[in-house]
Every structure is written in structure tokens, then in C-alpha cells.
């Protein structure tokens, strides 16, 4: 999803910026310009390739673990007894590539986690059960 974002903003401004430099500077301005910004949306796309695939879980028989980020790494444990609820969320750009985000809900707000990118089916999976995880742990308190 990101991907065709990226790409779609890479050829717009790669368009708009040799147009701009040929008309201004002439046709190797404009063929440089242009150059440069293709060169700079295959270096973000890059970066967001790594990005997308740096998210990670693990589902534990006690908590839930949630990994992510590219130069810095971020663990989050979050224990089933704890969590208030789960909700799944899809964007107009996530329904378009039928997409969803799982969001975890506990009764500290900075240990709430998500889990962005899951197929539809999967995110329904995984909130259900994560929902019945919960009911069976904070019964146990």
C-alpha cells in the first residue's frame, strides 16, 4: 500500500520536476531534474520496504508481543489479562488494498499497541482471539 503511494509520488514528482527544469534550463536541466527525484523515490521506497517489514508479533501464551522499527527497535509485551479491548480499523487506502489495523487497548495508554498491514481475515482472527485471550486472563484476577 505504502509501496504504490511512494512509487505514484516518485513519477508525479519526477514529471513535475524535469517538465519545470526543461522548460526553465533546458532539456538536460530538465532530464537531471528529474533523474535526481527518481533517484530519491527509489531510495524512500527503499526505506519503506524496510520499514513495512520490520512489524512483527508473536502471540505467547501469557502476552502478546509487538516488534517494529527500522533504526530504532521497539518491543512492546502486552499481557492478555491486561487488555480493555481490541479494535480493527481500515483506512479508504486499506480497504482499496483490503487491508486492516489491529489495536490493542490496555488501561495505561502507552503500553497500547498496533498492528498495521493485516489481510482482512487475519486481523479478524487474530481480534477474536485476542478477545477471548483476554476474557479467560482477566478472569483470573
Given at each position: 500500500?505504502?509501496?504504490?503511494?511512494?512509487?505514484?509520488?516518485?513519477?508525479?514528482?519526477?514529471?513535475?520536476?524535469?517538465?519545470?527544469?526543461?522548460?526553465?534550463?533546458?532539456?538536460?536541466?530538465?532530464?537531471?531534474?528529474?533523474?535526481?527525484?527518481?533517484?530519491?523515490?527509489?531510495?524512500?521506497?527503499?526505506?519503506?520496504?524496510?520499514?513495512?517489514?520490520?512489524w512483527s508479533y508473536?502471540?505467547?501464551?501469557?502476552?502478546?508481543?509487538?516488534?517494529?522499527?527500522?533504526?530504532?527497535?521497539?518491543?512492546?509485551?502486552?499481557?492478555?489479562?491486561?487488555?480493555?479491548?481490541?479494535?480493527?480499523?481500515?483506512?479508504?487506502?486499506?480497504?482499496?488494498?483490503?487491508?486492516?489495523?489491529?489495536?490493542?487497548?490496555?488501561?495505561?495508554?502507552?503500553?497500547?499497541?498496533?498492528i498495521p498491514g493485516?489481510?482482512?481475515?487475519?486481523?479478524?482472527?487474530?481480534?477474536?482471539?485476542?478477545?477471548?485471550?483476554?476474557?479467560?486472563?482477566?478472569?483470573?484476577?
Amino acid at each position: 500500500m505504502r509501496q504504490v503511494q511512494v512509487a505514484a509520488a516518485g513519477l508525479g514528482g519526477a514529471l513535475v520536476a524535469g517538465t519545470a527544469a526543461g522548460l526553465a534550463a533546458g532539456a538536460p536541466a530538465g532530464a537531471a531534474a528529474a533523474a535526481v527525484v527518481a533517484v530519491a523515490a527509489l531510495v524512500t521506497l527503499w526505506f519503506v520496504r524496510r520499514r513495512v517489514r520490520a512489524w512483527s508479533y508473536t502471540e505467547r501464551d501469557d502476552d502478546l508481543i509487538v516488534a517494529r522499527g527500522v533504526l530504532v527497535r521497539r518491543l512492546s509485551v502486552v499481557p492478555y489479562g491486561r487488555m480493555q479491548f481490541v479494535d480493527v480499523t481500515a483506512g479508504p487506502v486499506e480497504r482499496a488494498f483490503r487491508l486492516a489495523t489491529v489495536k490493542l487497548h490496555t488501561a495505561a495508554a502507552a503500553s497500547d499497541a498496533r498492528i498495521p498491514g493485516l489481510e482482512r481475515a487475519e486481523a479478524a482472527r487474530l481480534r477474536d482471539r485476542l478477545a477471548a485471550l483476554g476474557e479467560a486472563k482477566a478472569a483470573g484476577l
